[in-house]
């Protein structure tokens, strides 16, 4: 079955679509992409929190003046064309607004939009990770935001993973331009400490994460203390334990930093617990109401 994705306006088979090779998104990665996960649940397929997916796809936009001239409902409806005419189920799918063209560095006024989606079952998220504190540190919201999902960010990513992978860890956790634990490179990072959860406030400095705000919604109705500050390395280091969440891994427990185990077991900890019930809550099969 050939592989069918969305491209301005049309449905059309992956090898007949394209980008402009002189688009300023290939030249020099001005562009801005979502990932967005579909489940089979006891109720349909559902792309979860596909809204808030696309409503942060258009402030991404926005933020660098990326025209965003796209309805999100239709987008939405779009999306599930894409995995019904793929027959996807359990899925990852990539909206990407593709920008300029023309070699000048000016913002133009062009922009387009592919919706691709492809088979994602299962990230085996029982197995806790061995990070690293990369030596990359995030990108300087001064230089470039932070803040949004623009693909040439995702350079900083590459080089975080690759050397985290090098160096024999599963991930990186990366640091801020201050100093303070930001997040993963595709994940932001909670860490507990004496029964109560700390994460990154939201700023400038990490991407706002749609699997964080859902945790800490999760974590409030469990009666988990949640506290959104600043965290430094030492308080990293000092945790219990610690957990990254995104849309593509859910929840991943850590198992060490920087070959230091954390003291608490993953499985014995608060994230393991949100763990189970972000699982639930995707699936619909959670037992209370997540107010959202
Ligand atoms: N931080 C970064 C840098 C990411 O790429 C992602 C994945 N989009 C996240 C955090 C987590 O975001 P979300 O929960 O919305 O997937």
Not at 49 to 71: A, G, Q, T, Y
Request: aromatic content about 10%; some cysteine.
């Amino acid at each position: 079955m050939k592989t069918i994705i969305y491209q301005d306006g049309e449905f059309v088979q992956a090898e007949n679509a394209g980008i402009d090779i002189f688009s300023q998104t290939v030249n020099y990665g001005f562009g801005a992409f979502e990932g967005i996960r579909s489940y089979q649940t006891n109720n349909g397929i559902k792309l979860f929190k596909v809204r808030e997916h696309f409503e942060r796809l258009k402030r991404s936009c926005e933020k660098v003046n990326i025209p965003f001239h796209w309805d999100i409902e239709e987008l939405i409806e779009v999306s599930y064309k894409v995995l019904h005419k793929n027959r996807l189920k359990n899925a990852y799918l990539r909206p990407l607004v593709t920008c300029g063209i023309g070699m000048d560095l000016k913002v133009n006024k062009q922009s387009g939009i592919t919706i691709m989606a492809w088979h994602w079952d299962y990230y085996d998220s029982n197995k806790p990770l061995n990070t690293c504190i990369s030596r990359f540190e995030r990108p300087n919201p001064k230089s470039v935001p932070v803040d949004a999902k623009l693909t040439g960010n995702y350079i900083n990513s590459i080089l975080a993973t690759t050397d985290a992978a090098q160096n024999g860890y599963d991930d990186a956790i990366q640091l801020d331009a201050r100093g303070y634990v930001a997040e993963a490179p595709g994940a932001n990072i909670f860490i507990e400490k004496n029964g109560k959860l700390y994460t990154p406030e939201i700023s400038a400095y990490i991407l706002p994460g749609i699997t964080r705000a859902t945790i800490i919604k999760i974590a409030k109705q469990l009666d988990i203390e949640v506290i959104e500050k600043l965290i430094s390395v030492e308080e990293l280091k000092n945790a219990d334990s610690a957990f990254l969440c995104s849309t593509a891994v859910e929840v991943v427990g850590l198992a060490s930093l920087d070959d230091i185990p954390f003291k608490t077991p993953f499985k014995d900890s608060l994230g393991a617990t949100l763990q189970r019930a972000y699982k639930n809550l995707v699936l619909d099969k959670l037992s209370f109401e997540v107010i959202i």
